[in-house]
């Protein structure tokens, strides 16, 4: 088992993410990985797979392109790039650490569940190994400090080195968007609450037939003390180990009390 974060300097660091191989965020994990890493390898959608959750492709075949030596793309999500770069990619020379993002918006609350760069990190786990999540917090991706996210990646992940994760737990990291001297401190927090798509968009197409369009509107509470979204709302970056157990524990004495 591989649940330990390795010695940077010589370990072998997975890359993905779910804005796709040529997003901003991706660019930047690999400048922080490659000032701190062995050897960093990039197994990554060939698209943009924002929301796909841990979701499997299974009705349709997978193609994976070599871009250089150690950079591919996947014709598929997020979870498929992980499973193809431990079982295929990297299958002689498996990763000791795999990074996910740097995702273009936050991750939290309940993002976790749609998110396709903490899906990432979620395969990750549930193949044994040690497996972080970076979320850039940006509103305006024009304006994002892309830097201030890289400055972090590094700072985090030279932190935890040597540190051992329990199997079924990795870290969800969101960062604020702001200059790098403006960033109050390192949190460690609970989930928040955010809940996507409380705003449905409805239209009609040229031929008159109604679509619906989820909407980029939350309900969010950031007053929430502890938790990840009350955090990154001070500038803030917000540390939030998951566990990959949903199960509700005090529910289960309950229910055994009525069955
Ligand atoms: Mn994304």
Not at 33 to 40: D, H, P, R, Y
Not at 56 to 84: Q, W
Not at 208 to 219: L, T
Request: aromatic share 4%; proline share 6%.
């Amino acid at each position: 088992m591989r649940d330990r974060v390795p010695d940077l300097s010589i370990a072998r660091v997975l890359i993905s993410n779910d804005d796709g191989i040529d997003a901003p965020g991706i660019k930047a994990l690999q400048r922080a990985l490659k000032k701190i890493a062995g050897e960093v390898w990039v197994v990554a959608p060939q698209t943009e797979q924002s929301a796909a959750g841990h979701s499997l492709t299974l009705r349709r075949p997978l193609r994976i392109h070599k871009i250089s030596k150690h950079k591919f793309c996947v014709t598929g999500t997020p979870t498929d790039s992980v499973m193809l770069a431990v079982h295929e990619v990297m299958k002689d020379s498996p990763p000791d650490l795999v990074v996910s993002g740097i995702n273009r918006g936050g991750n939290l609350g309940e993002d976790v569940t749609y998110s396709g760069t903490v899906a990432a990190a979620m395969e990750g786990t549930l193949l044994n190994l040690p497996s972080v999540a970076f979320s850039l917090v940006t509103p305006d991706e024009a304006k994002a400090h892309w830097e201030t996210a890289e400055a972090y990646v590094e700072k985090v992940l030279t932190r935890i080195s040597g540190l051992t994760l329990p199997r079924g737990v990795l870290l969800n990291v969101n960062i604020p968007d702001c200059p790098i001297d403006q960033v109050t401190g390192i949190e460690i927090t609970r989930q928040g609450r955010r809940k996507i798509g409380c705003e449905l968009l409805k239209g009609h197409d040229p031929k008159g037939q109604p679509y619906f369009w989820i909407g980029a509107q939350r309900d969010e509470d950031k007053t929430l003390k502890g938790t990840d979204l009350e955090a990154v709302s001070r500038n803030a970056v917000s540390i939030t180990p998951l566990s990959l157990d949903l199960t509700h524990r005090p529910m289960m004495k309950t229910l055994k009390e009525v069955f």
